[in-house]
Structure formats: structure tokens, C-alpha cells
């Protein structure tokens, strides 16, 4: 059974950063992609970032410049490193997978319409100004 655990979470002051973790078990996928999410109550959910196997990474707007994704394979670990935090960056913040492709345009697809098969708890931000 696939898990997805986040940790990282907390609370920054506007301008600082924070690095969250997705850690994920019981997956034997070789070819994949994985994505950020974000939600606030009354907001749509919103696929900040997202990185496939094969290299191929995809940054919403809202985030580019600011936030970085990365995989360290070795630990089965998944991160979102957000530096320049902002007030409207506060949300619960999950990880996502999609096992058997592995593409840009693949990547696109998930973020755009958020079909990701496997989600996390979340882990909450608060970004104060």
C-alpha cells in the first residue's frame, strides 16, 4: 500500500523559508511523477510543483523563483524548499504521486487537473506578515 507522509510544516514570518518533506512507502514504481499541492479553506487546490523520474520539473506561477523541488531517491523522500515566503502562501501543503509515466506533458496534465493517484495528510504553513 502506498503511503505519503509530510513533515516540515510550521510557522516563518514573511521573507523566510521552509523545506518540507514527503517521505513514501510501500511504492515500487520505477517511472512516476510527484507534485506539491496547496489548499486553503474556500480556495481551490493548487498543484505547486511537481517533478517526474525523469527529470522534468513544472513550477505553478504563483511559486516559480521562489520554490524548488527535488527527490532524494536514496531515502524515498520527496522535498518542497520554499524560500521568500508570503502571506498568501499559507495553506496545508500534500504530496502527490502518479505512478507509470514519466513526461513534461504528462507533468502538465497532473498539475492542471490534479489527477494524481496517491495523496498525503498535509502538512500546514502559516506565513505571517
Known amino acids: 500500500q502506498v503511503q505519503l507522509a509530510e513533515s516540515g510544516g510550521g510557522s516563518v514570518q514573511a521573507g523566510g523559508s521552509l523545506r518540507l518533506s514527503c517521505v513514501n512507502s510501500g511504492y515500487p514504481y520505477s517511472t512516476y511523477c510527484m507534485g506539491w499541492s496547496r489548499q486553503t479553506p474556500g480556495k481551490e487546490r493548487e498543484v505547486v510543483a511537481g517533478?517526474?523520474?525523469?527529470?522534468?520539473?513544472n513550477f505553478a506561477d504563483s511559486v516559480r523563483g521562489r520554490f524548488n523541488i527535488s527527490r532524494d531517491n536514496a531515502k524515498n523522500t520527496l522535498y518542497l524548499q520554499m524560500n521568500n515566503l508570503k502571506p498568501e502562501d499559507t495553506a496545508m501543503y500534500y504530496c502527490?504521486?502518479?505512478?507509470?509515466?514519466?513526461?513534461?506533458?504528462?507533468?502538465?496534465?497532473?498539475?492542471?487537473?490534479?489527477?494524481?493517484?496517491?495523496w498525503g495528510q498535509g502538512t500546514h504553513v502559516t506565513v505571517s506578515s
Open positions: 517533478l517526474c523520474s525523469d527529470g522534468a520539473t
Open positions: 502527490a504521486v502518479a505512478p507509470g509515466r514519466s513526461d513534461r506533458r504528462f507533468l502538465e496534465e497532473l498539475m492542471r487537473f490534479q489527477r494524481f493517484s496517491f
